[in-house]
Nanobody, 112 residues
Framework: QVQLVESGGGLVQPGGSLRLSCAGSGFFVSEYAMTWFRQAPRKGLEWVSAINSAGDDTMYADPVKGRFTISRDDAKNTLYLQTMSLKPEDTAVYYC?????WGEGTLVTVSP
């Protein structure tokens, strides 16, 4: 009954921002480390960011470091990825995961 539902994707101009959400059900996000991945068109799956269960330790891939922020809201049982200064190369389907569970993704398109 574990389920992850991503939302918040859309079309945005270069330099813009989007806040991606991952709503969890069937588990408590406060008890698990969670991860964001993305897959660009015709590219492989790329790790983006991770956060520990306590929410006080975060990691980022070099291409997004300084521009993206991962966080969680335990009361809402939701994981977030705040994206800033978006570039065309950030265009991808973004997925959240916990353990072996994955959502179906949300599409971010960065284009003028």
């Amino acid at each position: 009954q574990v389920q992850l539902v991503e939302s918040g994707g859309g079309l945005v101009q270069p330099g813009g921002s989007l806040r991606l959400s991952c709503a969890g059900s069937g588990f408590f996000v406060s008890e698990y480390a969670m991860t964001w991945f993305r897959q660009a068109p015709r590219k492989g799956l790329e790790w983006v960011s991770a956060i520990n269960s306590a929410g006080d330790d975060t990691m980022y891939a070099d291409p997004v470091k300084g521009r993206f922020t991962i966080s969680r809201d335990d009361a809402k049982n939701t994981l977030y990825l705040q994206t800033m200064s978006l570039k065309p190369e950030d265009t991808a389907v973004y997925y959240c995961s916990v353990g072996d569970y994955w959502g179906e993704g949300t599409l971010v398109t960065v284009s003028p």
